[in-house]
């Protein structure tokens, strides 16, 4: 709670350092506005902080994603980026970074807050004038069905410190994986694995699988009869990686080729030890083999449910359960005699009985007491183990004590949590195997060089508009296609009412498309057209069943616009203004 109090005192001072700054997360657009434009002193717009935050950086901070505060940051936000445009329109707030080399939306994406994470990305500024701010940009229109352009700059791999990595490889990020379902990173991963990772994966999965087959049958028909080493030498040439957070597989692939290789040099050293190493390997070879559930939902949710039963309730179970297992078993030992006490140990009947009772286990040791103890934890013990101790009645209340506690409380405790977790699993399961399959993709693109990876990069390079000093604006963009009733007439203002129209037909974006590395002549339309319109036909057949009257086909055109700027409230004065077909 301290930490808490003292870095929330701490992100007040940083953000009273800039009137800017404070007037921003104070929700005074007034003096923002007086600040930036006043003819006397204006306020720098790009000025940082003793943290190096700009006030980009400082609505970031400030978001906590409720519904009240990301509407005021993500408002407060956008009319900072167009005055910022407006003043001036050479320099690019968002790509300033503070000190810790975070720009605002790496700043989101690290600290989880989703809400101006999800406006960032998804930002479309409709005004002609500040179109070049946008991140989002809708190519064409049909109803309620959009095909929309995403600006990938800072969000794929290709790029240092990109969005993907940031959010699948930072476990202190706070819901991460319902941030990778916001688009464009939930279409752009599917792409990732549907384009190159799930054939290397299933690649991977199939020479696993022959790996741990060999190992089981060498294990199998290992020699059990000492005589002549086999002579050969096996060499292997391992890859070793970061270990990185999220990543325990790799970490039980590591451990697990360890023991392999110890197993290799013990059996070469002659040393019977290899058998002990070799078994541990192939229980945990085996055990990696639900590394490979990822690349199916149905499954790969079940292994992600065994890990956070053992990393969560089973380690919390094993500690109180050690705690009374121990306290327990010293207690049990004291009471516990030895055998020979009270005997003569020069009587000719304690000489003939110390053949037989040495087999036996002394119960007067910690060790053999925790085992006995332990079987009555799973309901295997017996009440008259021994009969060599003091004050049988303290031993049978102690006894059952530590069988009320163990076996009847624990263990129900442990069902209870454990069923806790999978309820509370499951309501996002979709989304958490998605993060893992997330962190595959990413491991997996990594392991290629440089040049393959950007042969295989997502999306395509397009004209998307003009710079403020007149350039053409090329962007690597990633199209997604979507489908959204409930605003779909909201952007009656933008659309082409006559699809003839050929004015400007060749600053279209679908005749701006510049070829990927390797990708010969295949422009982005291929996207729209197949397994896509397998799901928006149908939808589309659905939305002409509402309507009684069809609307003609709406285009949209990504070129400086010549037709005024509409509000959505304009939107109702646009409607019948549309030709209705005959």
């Known amino acids: 709670m301290c930490t808490r109090h003292s870095d929330l005192s701490f992100l007040l001072l940083t953000i009273g350092e800039l009137p800017l700054s404070l007037a921003a997360c104070t929700n ?34 400030i978001a906590d994603n409720t519904k009240d505060n990301t509407k005021f940051v ?3 936000y956008n009319n900072i980026l167009i005055l910022g445009a407006k003043i001036n329109p050479i320099l690019k707030l968002e790509e300033l970074t503070n000190k810790k080399g975070l720009t605002p939306l790496t700043l989101a994406a690290k600290t989880g807050k989703i809400g101006i994470f999800a406006y960032i990305l998804r930002r479309e500024i409709k005004d002609p004038e500040c179109r070049h701010l946008s991140r989002k940009f809708t190519e064409w229109a049909y109803g309620p069905v959009h095909s929309s352009l995403y600006d990938l700059s800072c969000i794929d791999t290709c790029e240092k410190n990109s969005v993907l990595e940031i959010i699948a490889y930072n476990s202190e990020t706070p819901n991460r994986h319902e941030m990778l379902l916001v688009e464009p990173l939930n279409r752009l991963l599917q792409d990732k694995w549907d384009r190159f990772v799930k054939h290397l994966f299933y690649f991977n999965f199939f020479v696993y699988a022959v790996h741990i087959i060999i190992l089981t049958a060498a294990a199998y028909y290992r020699p059990v009869q000492k005589g002549e080493k086999i002579q050969y030498f096996m060499q292997r040439r391992p890859s070793l990686k970061t270990l990185i957070v999220d990543s325990y597989s790799e970490v039980l692939f590591f451990v697990h080729s360890l023991l392999l290789l110890s197993s290799v040099v ?10 002990a190493s070799m078994v541990f390997s192939l229980a945990l070879g085996w055990a990696n083999m639900l590394y490979y559930t990822r690349g199916f939902q149905q499954m790969g949710i079940y292994s992600v449910m065994i ?10 179970f094993m500690f109180v359960y050690l705690v009374f297992l121990l306290g327990f078993s010293t207690a049990v030992v004291t009471l516990i005699e030895n055998d020979n006490e009270g005997q003569d140990t020069s009587s000719t009947d304690y000489a003939r009985c110390s053949h037989t009772k040495r087999s036996r286990p002394s119960y007067n040791s910690l060790y053999y007491t925790c085992l006995e103890l332990f079987k009555f934890t799973i309901g295997m013990g017996d009440l008259e183990f021994t009969e060599n101790y003091r004050f049988k009645s303290v031993f049978i209340i102690l006894l059952v004590l530590y069988v009320i506690l163990t076996y009847i409380l624990l ?3 442990l069902i209870a949590l454990m069923g806790e977790t999978v309820s509370k699993i499951a ?28 042969s295989f990069r997502s999306g395509k390079q397009v004209l998307v508009g003009v710079t403020p000093d007149g350039q053409d604006d090329y962007r690597w963009c990633f199209r997604v296609d979507e489908v959204n009733w409930s605003t779909w007439n909201t952007n009656l203002g933008i659309i082409n009412e006559d699809p003839g129209y050929s004015g400007d037909l060749k600053r279209n974006l679908s005749y701006s498309i510049k070829p990927g590395r390797g990708e010969g002549s295949r422009d982005l339309d291929s996207n729209v057209s197949g397994k896509n319109w397998k799901t928006l036909v149908p939808l589309l057949r659905d939305g002409s069943r509402r309507e009684e009257t069809q609307k003609l086909a709406e285009e949209i055109k990504l070129k400086p616009i010549l037709e ?19």
């Not at 013990?266 to 058998?275: D, K, P």
């Not at 996002?428 to 990876?453: F, G, H, M, P």
């Open 266 to 275: 013990l059996y070469f050293c002659g040393q019977e030890l290899y058998v």
């Open 74 to 76: 993500t408002k407060m």
């Open 307 to 316: 890990a956070k039963m053992i990393l969560r309730d089973l380690c919390r």
């Open 28 to 61: 005074q657009l007034c003096i923002v506005k007086f600040l930036l434009e006043n003819p006397y002193q204006p306020a720098d717009i790009a000025a940082e902080d003793s943290m190096g935050n700009m006030v980009l950086h400082t609505l970031v901070e």
């Open 564 to 582: 005024p700027y509409y509000e959505p409230e304009d939107s109702e004065t646009m409607k019948e203004s549309l030709p209705k077909s005959v």
């Open 427 to 454: 309501q996002e399961s979709k989304s958490i195997w998605k993060l893992q399959r997330a962190i595959t993709i990413l491991d997996i693109e990594n392991s290629y060089l440089n040049c393959v990876r950007r």
């Open 411 to 413: 263990l129900n405790m």
